[in-house]
């Protein structure tokens, strides 16, 4: 054959396979295009022809145990030191249980953590269907018992009960609803391009359950945090054993009944989902375990720096969510009456004791003055008490821990004394029964100041002022001394330029323009942060998928027909003729600046092979 010949057979060659790739592309956007649609049918179908079982779950929600009193006893009696004590943070009373909280041994964690292990062998191999099943189960129960949970988180946690229904129902339910729409097409086989060199092979990631997902879990939200990491952890086939904090272990106990009896119903393990409760150690046994496939710790960057350390021998995969302290800016041009109800909401929800709650409010110059005669009235109507009293609705409940009313105090002092003034609250009494700091608008704040950096978490309105209305000092100020970078809100006039003059020059792993918390109302979303408030995400695709290993596979689309083979200029044992070959097939597919050089490859190519 000539080499005219050749080289008319070549380009021919080459023609249909950039028609093969052409039509291969239309096809995969028809498919992605209609594959969501196809699946909401096949949703629909699925819910309308399936019987969603009912369960009974039995908690106690009954008052407080009078005969023990937070100070009488400590959280862990020395004389019974394998049991935790357990207080409703409102009033300082025991919380009554008909079974004991274990203060949970090495071995107890070795325990819990081979039933994981065992049970999740088999759920790894259910459908994203069975999945759905025990998801909806739960989501049947919450939605009907929406009240008790609420009085259950309030009891333990000391949170008022719309605070509850707001941070821990409503959360949970839209995380639910989001995984029953969205889980499967997320952790489905994601498709990739192959490029023109391997087009006639099939590339995609799988995503392999991690096996037993370990959750080390915070006080704030003890509904929420224990049912979140669950319910990601299920759907993607795996086990998951969560450490919750010593400081509501007892509603978490109650909670995971709920989990519990949703897996027996639909004919599934109850091991699936386990409980770790104790100190420090019991978390560590935990980390440390070597059926624990991943760590996802919340808390705060010095905890998370030994769990990340407790990962590093075993090389285990770790996501940090450890706190914040946003930002919520207002500039000049902001309408007043829309905004307060928000820097409100921002800073007092759940008593401050949010990890994406604002923690510093920064008002321009023009409007500070406003700002601050508007705010002070609504601070100071600001009604805090304990929530399970039926007097009266409090607009705020207790702290849950008492160590943290001595921090709060420490930062306001030391803001006073470097200059700031508070206008409501800023001392608590210690006499008082219960851990309630009074809700506090603190002014002046400036980067002088521990409370501008230093997380409070609690229930402080901390003021700051931007001078001559400036979007570049607002962003120093942001930046200048404060390590953490979680979520910031920015309220403005334009949008355009509370996004791109302000809002994406904030270094925060989420963010809001004239809004604030609606992040973790839209679950597709991934929720993380930056610099010291962590790594890693949950929620969204990201998080999901972070509860699985990633593999990557490649198989032949027409395995009957065509496969890769090595050229023969590329065999053992090499030729002289071997670089000229390779370097012709990077000359055909790369050199996109000459045809020549194409054309010079491709008749090499027909030479050598």
Known sequence: MSNDSCSALTNNAYLNVLWYALISLGVLFIVLKWKGILH???????????????????????????????????????????????????????????????NMSEKDVDEVCQAAHKAQKEWSETTFAQRRLVLRVLQKWLVNHSK????????????????????????????????????????????????????????????????????IAPWNYPFHNLLNHILSGLFAGNAVVTKVSEQTSWSSVQFLKIARQALIVCGHSPDLVQLVTGLGPSGAALVDHPLVGKIIFTGSPQVGAKVMAGCAPHVKPVTLELGGKDPMVLTEDVKMEAILPWVMRGCFQNCGQNCCGIERVYAYDSIYETFLGQVKP?????????????????????MVMEQQLHLIQSLVDDAVKKGAKILVGGKFDSTQKGNFYPPTLLVDVTNSMRIAKEEVFGPVMAVSRVPKDSDEECLRLLHEVCPFGLGASVYSGSQERAFKGIGQHIQSGMLTINDFGVNYLIQSLPFGGWNESGFGRFAGPEGLRACCHERSIVLDKLPSMIRTSIPPPLQYPMTKSAFEFGNALIQLFYNDGSILAKLKAIVTLCKGG
């Not at 009293?389 to 607009?395: G, L």
């Open 40 to 102: 909401q049918f096949a949703l629909w179908l699925e819910y309308f022809t399936t019987s969603v079982p009912t369960i009974s779950v039995e908690l106690e929600l009954s008052d407080d145990n009078k005969d023990t009193i937070k100070g009488s006893q400590p959280l862990v009696n020395p004389k019974q030191p394998h049991i935790l004590n357990c207080y409703n943070p409102s009033s300082g009373c025991g919380l009554p249980s008909s079974t004991s909280i274990p």
């Open 148 to 215: 008790e949970i609420c009085q259950l988180c309030a009891l333990d946690s000391g949170k008022t009960h719309l605070d509850a229904l707001l941070g821990e129902v409503l959360t949970t339910c839209e995380k639910t609803r989001t995984l029953l729409s969205e889980g499967e097409l997320w952790l489905q086989n994601s498709y990739r391009s192959t490029g023109p060199l391997m087009m006639h092979k099939d590339a995609f990631v799988q995503y392999v359950p991690v096996g037993v997902l370990g959750v």
């Open 378 to 398: 609504l601070v100071e109507a600001l009604k805090q008490g304990n929530p399970n009293d039926d007097k009266e609705v409090p607009d705020c409940g207790a």
